[in-house]
């Protein structure tokens, strides 16, 4: 069997890049066995702005935001489902000084940071103290739907193997990748921390860290918002269903879900939510980020046969599509990769 592109892994990363591939009539294959405790299958699928506690905003947001949305929406229309849901958050001030950070920066910009009208609209939902601003747009993706959809098309297609991809298998020349009985073109791994043991792609500095989650169930909880308050609060695809998380582990023995995460979580929404709630999955995962927050995208610079496409972090959510579809305008048009995202700026660390 011969490709144009094989492709390793089907996260967010591995589903835009057979996105943008099949749309532009290339034949690929992708391979991935399945796990459940990836970092897409574990993720929220936040597009948030904003980020951290000096509310800064997050980077390229300005053209990532409408190029997610067309590309959510676009994919949703070509299998059938929404995916993409425009909700506002909710800061929950932990004290005053953040308060006032968040009223300072909205003098400055004003752009996503928004008073919240009624400060005492969620009283019966929420113990806060400082009251709340709003981040507006901000978006909810149902990563675990579109993955599933995207899943069943290449299975229709004949356009997934199912199984563990074994690296020993791999032959690579200058001009073309054979792995068993299948040739392509070009081979791309988009598999998550699994590249941080690959022979081409070892030495970039990946910076991986394992977060977790809970899925509650609250019959009374408002689900027109997401909510934030320490931790993120997230209304999910199914019925009175909710995200909760996550937190960042740079030091951990594997990747399974921790007692101290599931206690300390169920604690802080204990204080935090006023409606009655129970606890129906806990979740974990390693996230494939990087020393410098940047992702990984492109062909070796020493191996044009080989590629990466990862390190997204916790904002794969936004960065995948944009970074996708540069990947795909790149190998197929030869149109350049953003400079701060192109793995040729590890060229000389590669070379080793």
């Known amino acids: 069997m011969t490709f144009d592109f094989l492709i390793v892994g089907q996260g967010i990363c591995g589903t835009m890049l057979s996105w943008f591939l099949h749309k532009e009539g290339k034949s690929i294959l992708v391979i991935d066995e399945g796990k459940e405790n990836t970092s897409s299958k574990v993720a929220a699928g936040l597009i948030n702005p904003i980020t951290g506690r000096r509310y800064v905003t997050s980077w390229m947001i300005d053209e990532l935001i409408p190029f997610a949305k067309e590309t959510y929406t676009s994919i949703g229309s070509y299998l059938g489902h929404n995916f993409i849901q425009e909700k506002g958050a ?8 953040m308060r006032d950070a968040f009223v300072n920066r909205i003098t400055e910009d004003d752009t ?16 806060y103290d400082f009251g709340c601003g709003q981040v507006r747009p901000a978006f909810i993706v149902n990563l675990s739907g579109l993955l599933q959809a995207w899943r069943l098309v290449l299975k229709n297609q004949n356009a997934i193997l199912e199984e563990h991809f074994d690296l020993n298998a791999l032959q690579v020349t200058e001009d073309g990748i054979k792995y068993g009985e299948i040739s392509a073109q070009k081979i791309i791994f988009c598999d998550g921390i699994t590249s941080m043991n690959n022979p081409w792609f070892e030495l970039l500095p990946f910076s991986a860290n394992k977060g977790e989650a809970l899925i509650i169930h609250s019959e009374e909880l408002i689900n027109e918002y997401i909510f934030k308050k320490g931790m993120i609060l997230a209304p999910l695809q199914e019925q009175n269903m909710f995200w909760v998380g996550s937190n960042y582990q740079w030091e951990f023995e594997d990747d399974k879900p921790t007692e101290k995460f599931y206690e300390q979580t169920l604690q802080h929404l204990k204080n935090w939510l006023k409606v009655p709630f129970e606890v129906v999955a806990h979740k974990a995962a390693v996230r494939p980020a990087t020393v410098e ?21 916790t904002k794969g959510t936004s960065l ?18 953003m400079p701060e995202a192109d793995v040729h700026r590890f060229s000389r660390i590669l070379a080793k």
């Open 112 to 127: 996503y940071l928004h008073p919240f009208p009624d400060q005492n609209h969620f009283n019966q939902y929420f113990n």
């Open 293 to 313: 927050r940047r992702p990984f995208v492109g062909l070796h610079p020493h191996l044009p046969s080989v590629g990466i496409f990862n390190g997204m972090g």
């Open 90 to 97: 909710i800061d929950f001030f932990t004290s005053p000084q």
């Open 320 to 337: 995948a599509p944009f970074f996708a579809n540069q990947l795909v305008q790149h190998v197929v048009h030869g149109l350049p990769i």
